[in-house]
Structure formats: C-alpha cells, structure tokens
C-alpha cells in the first residue's frame, strides 16, 4: 500500500509539472517527455530555485513510479518550485486523512480490486499493441517527410528491430509491451531516445530539433542555392516580425538580444558556434515564434 508521504509526493509531482507547463509545450504525461524537454525542465528548476537534478535522478523520481521519497532538500526545492515555502508547508496545505477502515472491510474492498487488477494484466499481456509514431520539425512545426528517418526499436528483452520512417514521416511497430522504447537518427536532426506508453498512444508525435549545421553544412558543400534560398524563406515565415530572441550566457554572465534578420543569419551559415546551439525554449503566438532563447555551448 502507498504510503501517505508517496500520495503527497505523487500530488506535488503533478503540481511541478504543471508549473512546467505554464511556461513551456510539452506532453502533460512526464512519461512522454523527451530528452529536449527533460533538459528545458532542468533549466527551468534552476532558473527557479538555484538548484538541478541528474537525468538518471528525473527517471528514478519523474518517469517510473517512486518507490521512496527524495531526500527532505529535494522535496523542499521542488515544493518552492510549485509555490510553497517548503516540503512540510506543502504537506500541510495538501493533508491526506489516515486511513482508519477496520482490516476486514479493507479485505473485501481490495481482494475483489486485486483479482480483477490480475485479469486484466493478463489479458494485456498477450495483447498486441500497435503504435503509430510521427516525427514533426521542432521549429518549423511540419511533418519531416523529405526524408526518410533511422529507427532503432530498443524494448526491453527484445533484439533491437531497425525501421525507417515512411513518405509521411511515421512508422507502425506492434509489440506485447505497454510501452516502445526507440532512438531516432537524421542526417539533419539531433539524436534523441524517444518513450512512448500505451496509456498515450493516440499523442504519437514527436518533435526533433533540427541539427542547423548540418543542414546548412550540405547546403554550401553543394552549391544549393535554391534550397538554401527556400529554408530562409521558411525560417521568415515560421518567427514573428517583433519575435524576441535571446543568447543566454554560460554562468550567468548575461544575455544578448537578436533580431528576427540576425538570428536567421546565425540560423544560415555553417559557423562553429552554430554547430553548438542549442534551444532552449520556445513561445508561440497565432502560429509564429514570438520567444525564444538559446545557448552557444
């Protein structure tokens, strides 16, 4: 049984993601998050609360079921995130009442829980699930279908099955697993390690961010004037005229604000430091980008 502090801890998990939330897109099932967004909630917290957690520590805590709590400094740091004073103001804002129900009550009212919790686990394990995944520009928002996309199935106990995406930029696996766990390669996309679960299957799409570099890096090697010409013309439509566009400074030593002109420039010339740019939010408004923010690592 789930102890009374796990239940807390669960309520102020869901709290923190909907701060999260408020400020950023992104699925609200933490479960789906991908490597980007793990990484933007990182920021986040720190830009919050001067504090950051491990990825292995997020997993542990955010993407499976916590089988412990965190330790009292975490708890604290992630209550001051969701706007309480600290971990014990959070536990007396949110107090789940003791369960006081005589031992045989509780019996009757579980076994029939736990028999039909069974059945039901067994008729999913012999069900196959199919899972439909669709891979969408970051920036630009669109179906990448120009391409075709390495897929690299990576379920647990299972051989690694290679794919490709099809002429709509999407694959089809079927698998006995409630979840698919796979990485996903691109020529002109960075590498992520995607998870998706059955409980969401019908939010199938994933966002990749778009490796800028090397796009632009085969655009100059070969001359391609005309596709080069075509992407600028896509990058004016895709930010707004005002849009807002911020180079954040390693340490906290200042930031620097582009125009819409110059951060397409930035965005269209295979320079070293665009090779190491990296978004790290984004803000939308009727369709265009009127925020952002990035870093030169």
């Known amino acids: 049984m ?50 950051r957690v491990s990825e292995k520590w ?6 499976n079921d916590a089988e412990k709590l965190p330790r009292v400094d975490m708890l604290n740091l992630l209550s001051a995130y969701a706007g309480y ?51 969408i520009d970051d920036i630009k928002g669109q179906p990448i279908n120009s391409i075709r996309l390495d897929i690299k199935i990576l379920n647990t106990d299972e051989t690694p099955t290679y794919l490709k995406s099809n ?20 020529p002109y996309h960075k590498t992520d390690t995607i998870v998706k679960s059955i409980k969401n299957i019908d939010h199938g799409n994933v966002k990749l961010n778009t490796d800028d570099y090397a796009l632009m890096l085969d655009y100059y ?17 895709i930010f707004s005229n ?16 582009f125009t819409k002109n110059e951060f397409i420039n930035k965005l269209t010339t295979p320079t070293k430091s665009l090779k190491q740019m990296k978004i790290l939010s984004k803000t939308y408004a009727n369709g265009k980008i009127v925020k952002l923010k990035f870093i030169i690592e």
């Open 242 to 257: 005002d849009a807002l566009i911020y180079q954040v400074y390693p340490n906290n030593i200042g930031i620097e604000l």
């Open 58 to 63: 997020f997993y542990t805590y955010f993407k």
């Open 221 to 237: 090697s070969n001359n391609n004037i005309v596709d080069w010409k075509a992407h600028r013309v896509n990058l004016e439509k």
């Open 2 to 51: 789930i102890s009374n502090d796990l239940q807390l801890f669960n309520t102020l998990k869901e709290l923190v993601i909907k701060t999260f939330l408020k400020k950023h897109n992104a699925s609200k099932s933490v479960k789906d998050w991908s490597g980007n967004e793990i990484v933007l909630f990182q920021e986040d917290l720190f830009d919050s609360v001067k504090a």
């Open 167 to 186: 002429s709509n930029g999407c694959f089809n696996y079927s698998t006995n697993a409630d979840y698919i766990k796979f990485v996903v390669q691109s």
């Open 85 to 135: 004073k600290n971990w014990s103001d959070f536990k007396n804002s949110n107090h789940v009442a003791p369960n006081n129900k005589p031992k045989s009550l509780k019996l009757f009212i579980i076994l029939p829980i736990l028999i039909l919790t069974l059945l039901t686990a067994i008729w999913l394990s012999n069900r196959s699930h199919n899972y439909s995944i669709c891979f």
